[in-house]
């Protein structure tokens, strides 16, 4: 049984987090688009990156919510994070001339420090949502 509630905390977590990300993107999409055109990344990545990033963030919620598809929910979630981490270690280590946050809402407002240590919770939190997630509960029984 607490298993199951740490389980249902990181995935509320999940859904909390990546829904108030894509609509704060959308709810500012002027300062969204401006924000990714200004990224230190190939203009291929960023137009890509302008459709696939809010409609991922609405994507793993809905994923995580619904029991079938959460396993699928949680590795996008894992992933997402993880592309993140990547991109943070990368401005930590002034790999760009310049460093834009094109998050929303309260994350534009972090560090990149803080913007790392985020990501590297997330992927924890839901590396132990993936582990809990397979291990949680046996088989039915025919």
Known sequence: ??????????CTAIIALFTYAAFSKLFN?????????SQPLPVWLIQLSLFVLP????AIPILVMLHKTRKTGLYL??????LFTIYSIAIQ????????CSCGGLIQELTWKQH???NIAGMTLTITAITIHKN???KKQS
């Open 77 to 82: 979630s894992f992933i997402l994070f993880l």
């Open 29 to 37: 999409l002027t300062a969204f688009v401006k924000g990714m055109q």
């Open 136 to 138: 949680k509960l046996p």
């Open 93 to 100: 280590l002034h790999q760009f001339n310049h460093i834009p």
């Open 116 to 118: 790392l240590f985020l």
């Open 1 to 10: 049984m607490k298993k199951q509630a740490i389980l249902n905390f990181i």
């Open 55 to 58: 409609v991922s963030e609405l």
